[in-house]
């Protein structure tokens, strides 16, 4: 048994013993300077402990944290999970970290230029023309794209009020599209994956706005006629919103803006190396074609004579959708690793992206078959065996006994289009040897579940706990303290 295992699981006012006390300040304010009105009536109910124990109390808290620098995070939907230490190296360095939110143009020169040149980057690696980085996360970015989409109609005169969704789409599209005030029309997948043309034709119409798809998609699958569902998009007046979450398994191959996108995004915090989860800072950069270019949020970063400036007033601005500029530390993350990497290296990071998945994918399909057995891109989508789920096990089961052979567990139960779904992303940045122990874990639990099913069904055993009442933990949250 390791220290985690035997850790001992009471919260901090519970280990609190009266009279126990860390370090002891001399009291240096005179309470009675104080305004009595504003002085507590009652001692906080903070926990009482020792120095040493409420060090050790968080020390022990923070190594039973999952983390990519601890642990193989296979999780789907996620994309990269790399967070180059240089990152931290520049974003704080001092002539960045110290610029105030309202410093004036003149002296924040060096970030509009990092702002400016960025921007200029990822237009070029997407084929895009212009491009906002202040939305500041993928949803952020989905409504921002949406509300230009949504303005550009206006402008025309033209009253289009659907977006068609597939139903391989990330769950965010459809949220968004209702957010932004208008209809989302779902549309089935076809058996291998991937939007069936017809359908996709027969749901198009004067009123359709936007196609929101997500590409690759949530089944880690390319639309292989991307080209076709553009053409008829476009021919219909309708634009093409591509959900770009998941670039990293295009980048440096293809450019969406070669194959019609109109209006992308990109999450920095996923493609481009920035931390990500527990709901932010991130960025969910967004790139346009020249056409949708003055519906762009202000305010707009330009080049001038002499340096760089920032425009407030553009008449068909959707407006300001975050104030100042942005997580600023994330974009000067984003823009470290990209300046890193040259166009050789790009592509590099996405051929091994997709080759780590469909190693993973090819050497567990005889337990795991894969959904659509199709190649895929940066993710595959697995599903328990035919053997296993006659003796019960299910997706679940393999995700929590993952955790007792010290992996995280994959995305599970997502996309929901798949039965008993497993996803895993492996990325671009895991190795051979991680992959194999992966792989070969994985095995061992398959074999587990067919010799001895109530091992799997117990999972995890060496956890500090063990199965929740997921449901009963949503609603009935426990707020003692
Ligand atoms: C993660 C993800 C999103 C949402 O991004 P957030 O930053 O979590 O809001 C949207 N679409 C896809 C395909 C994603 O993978």
Redo the contacts with the bound molecule.
């Keep these: 048994m390791n220290d985690i295992q035997k850790f001992d699981t009471r919260l901090s006012v519970e280990k609190s013993k009266d009279g126990k006390r860390g370090v002891h300040f001399k009291r240096t304010i005179d309470d009675h300077s104080i305004d009595s009105k504003y002085l507590r009536k009652t001692e906080p109910k903070l926990p009482q402990m020792s120095e040493f124990d409420a060090v050790r109390h968080f020390t022990k808290l923070s190594k039973m944290n999952f983390s990519v620098d601890t642990h193989f995070y296979p999780l789907g ?3 990269m999970k790399y967070n180059p230490k240089i990152n931290e190296e520049t974003s704080s360095m001092t002539g960045f970290a110290s610029v105030h939110p309202l410093a004036l143009t003149e002296c924040a020169q060096g970030t509009l230029e990092i702002i400016y040149d960025m921007k200029t980057r990822l237009c070029e690696l997407c084929g895009m023309d212009d491009a906002t980085l202040w939305p500041v ?4 970015g ?1 409504f921002t794209g949406v509300l230009v989409a949504k303005k550009h109609f206006e402008v025309k005169g033209e009253l289009r009020d659907e977006i068609i969704v597939p139903d391989s789409a ?1 769950g ?2 459809p949220a968004t599209v209702t957010m932004a005030g208008f209809k989302t029309i779902n549309i089935k997948s076809g058996a291998d994956g991937r939007i069936d043309l017809n359908v996709l034709k027969q749901n198009l119409n004067s009123k359709t706005a936007v196609l929101m798809l ?1 590409l690759p998609n ?1 089944l880690g699958i390319f639309e292989t006629h991307i080209e076709d569902i553009i053409k008829l998009c476009h021919d219909n007046g309708t634009l093409v919103y591509m ?1 770009g ?2 670039m990293n398994a295009l980048i440096g191959l293809v450019k969406p803006g070669d194959f019609g996108v109109d209006i992308m995004h990109l ?1 920095l ?2 493609t481009f190396s920035t931390p ?1 989860g527990g709901g932010g800072p ?1 960025s ?1 950069a967004i790139l346009v074609k020249k056409h949708l270019s003055d519906y762009l949020p202000v305010p707009i970063v330009v080049k001038k004579e002499g340096g760089f400036s920032v425009e407030e007033n553009r008449p068909n601005t959707i407006g300001r959708i975050k104030a100042f500029f942005t997580n600023t530390a994330v974009l000067l993350r984003a823009y470290t690793y990209m300046i890193m990497h040259g166009p050789k290296e790009f592509k590099e990071i996405s051929e091994n992206a997709i080759i780590n998945a469909n190693y993973i994918k090819s050497k567990l399909n005889k337990y795991y078959p894969a959904y659509a057995n199709e190649f895929c891109m940066h993710e595959c989508v697995l599903t328990p065996s035919k053997e296993l789920e006659e003796k019960g096990i299910k997706t679940l089961d393999i995700a929590k006994r993952l955790l007792d052979y010290g992996f995280h567990a994959p995305t599970v139960y997502f996309p929901l289009i798949v039965h008993e779904a497993i996803m895993i992303e492996p990325t671009e940045t895991e190795n051979k040897d991680t992959i194999d122990a992966f792989i070969e874990t994985m095995i061992k639990i398959y074999e587990e579940g067919i010799n001895n099913p109530e091992t799997l069904k117990n999972a995890p055993h060496t956890m500090p706990v063990k199965r929740l009442d997921e449901v009963k933990a949503a609603r009935e949250p426990n707020l003692r303290w």
Aim: aromatic share 0%; proline share 0%.
């Design positions: 939907s996620c994309t996360a993928g949803a952020h989905e990330h965010t599209n997500t949530t959900d979450a998941n999450n915090h996923k990500h991130g969910g």
